[in-house]
């Protein structure tokens, strides 16, 4: 591996993140609250970590694939370990262990939290929490590769960081890849200002506006208040958020298309169509449900719970308005299914993704065609009216079977480091692996990640970098083949 080149990749990776502290420190400024030094100092620390690693080994060489994949593993650990020094210097989060899972969760676009008690702690830090979301919905390397000089091999960061859906779906903006990343910042960016814009229009305040931006385009979930976005209590706010959940687990070639008048690509966009289903299929069940169950005593109400609910999950987003666990049991089991689904590849949400489920049941169907109707025939998977290679179709089965081992290995794993009840143990692996923050049991829309012991803390936090990274990045590292030349 090039080490050289490793290390000025992550001092750049130290250096924005110190830089991006600024934001908070001007938010710290604006209320006159008491983390200003905290937040100061965490940013200057950073910086001047990083800046030996950029400048000492600024004659870089280019990265290779696995350089790519050592770099968006232990990036990310990186990253989290220093962004947590605010939150440790200030007191908020005086645990290493905490902090850290805090952060991991930030950047992953998780939103499970450790704090009991979200509104006590100040502006700054607060904003600093939800900038992570930010930072980390489009993903952190591609704002590095910004900045990275031609020539360093960013594109293989890219796709060390990106999702296998990415690689099954194809999609390409333009050939040269950090127009590409410019580019995607470029929506991601829009669509939070656009948020915000209309959150404050419906009269939310602009701090509380921005943290819940970031934490709905990046399908995030961190919101500065204890009750999410229950607290309000706005129809308004649930529906304005529900919209931007959807673009957030949209693919982002998407919009780009859309910006191109290129409307026929999006048209014949598989996933998208089976993203729109799915959606309107288990929103309307579950509001059905409600009503039927007198849950809420309007339909309208119903299915703006239901429709807020399922797109927070489905799109691995996490918010909340209201304690699902008090709803019947069969709505409660729709909401267990959409946590295992999630939304488009090449958006900023996690979970197994639309795609696989696409090319796993049209292979499903054309070999129980072939098999019991048509022997001679030959399986045929097509995406986007375009014939999938069978070894996509590996790629797909085989990253479904990984995520389920690893759900049922984890959650046994948890039940017995933690002496959880199983509902709990499953649900936490779950909802980190997946990046969803909230799930069922002790760890539910009206609990945190508190209670759980430092070993299942780190545990989980493993789980959310392997859910970001979608799988075989971070497992890639554990091959005794990885480390050899």
């Avoid at 079977?401 to 002496?419: E, Q």
Wanted: one cysteine or more; a neutral charge; proline letters at 4%.
């Amino acid at each position: 591996m090039n080490y050289a080149s490793i290390a000025h990749v992550l001092g750049t990776l130290l250096i924005v993140t110190g830089s991006s502290m600024a934001f908070p420190v001007v938010c710290s400024i604006y209320y006159g609250e008491n983390d200003l030094f905290s937040l100061f100092i965490s940013g200057i620390m950073t910086i001047l970590l990083g800046l030996p690693l950029w400048w000492f080994f600024r004659r870089h060489h280019e990265l290779n694939i696995k350089d790519g994949f050592f770099i968006a593993v232990f990036g990310w650990v990186v990253i989290s370990a220093v962004s947590g020094l605010p939150f440790m210097i200030h007191g908020s989060i005086p645990s290493f262990t905490d902090a850290f899972f805090e952060m991991m969760s930030g950047y992953t676009t998780s939103g499970a939290t450790i704090l009991t008690d979200i509104e006590i702690v100040p502006h700054g830090l607060l904003f600093w929490r939800s900038q992570t979301h930010l930072l980390g919905g489009m993903g952190f390397l591609t704002l590095t590769v910004i900045f990275l000089p031609h020539g360093m091999g960013g594109v293989r960061l890219f796709r060390a960081e990106s999702s296998p859906g990415q690689v099954i779906t194809k999609e390409k903006f333009i050939p040269r890849n950090r127009d590409t990343m410019i580019w995607l910042w470029g929506i991601y960016l829009t669509l939070n200002v656009l948020e915000t814009l209309l959150l404050t229009f419906g009269g939310m305040p602009l701090f509380d506006s921005l943290c819940h931006a970031f934490g709905t385009v990046s399908t995030s979930g961190y919101s500065p208040k204890n009750a999410s976005i229950g607290y309000y209590n706005s129809a308004y706010f649930d529906w304005v958020i529900i919209v931007f959940m959807f673009f957030g687990g949209m693919t982002f070639m998407l919009f780009y298309h859309m910006v191109k008048g290129e409307w026929k690509v999006i048209k014949i966009n598989t996933e998208f169509r089976w993203y729109v289903g799915l959606l309107l299929f288990f929103c309307a069940v579950v509001a059905w449900i409600l009503w039927q169950e007198g849950t809420y005593n309007s339909p309208v109400d119903s299915i703006r719970y239901a429709t807020f609910q399922i797109m927070s999950l489905l799109t691995t987003t996490g918010f909340t308005t209201a304690d699902y666990e008090k709803w019947p049991q069969a709505a409660q089991m729709f909401l267990y299914v959409s946590c295992f689904i999630g939304a488009c590849a090449g958006s900023t949400t996690s979970g197994i993704k639309v795609v696989h489920y696409v090319i796993i049941w049209k292979f499903m169907v054309a070999s129980i065609k072939r098999i019991f109707f048509q022997p001679m025939s030959v399986v045929t998977v097509r995406l986007n009216r375009r014939p999938v290679d069978r070894v996509i179709i590996d790629l797909a089965i085989c990253y479904f079977i990984v995520n389920i081992f690893m759900v049922l290995g984890g959650g046994c794993f948890m039940v017995l480091v933690d002496d959880m009840d199983y509902v709990t143990g499953m649900s936490s692996v779950i909802a980190t692996l997946m990046n969803i923050g909230p799930g069922f049991g002790t760890i539910g829309p009206a609990e945190n990640y508190a209670h759980i012991s430092s070993i299942g803390k780190w545990f989980l936090s493993w789980n959310m970098l392997v859910g970001r990274l979608e799988m075989f990045s971070a497992l890639v590292v554990f091959y005794p083949t990885f480390w050899k030349k």
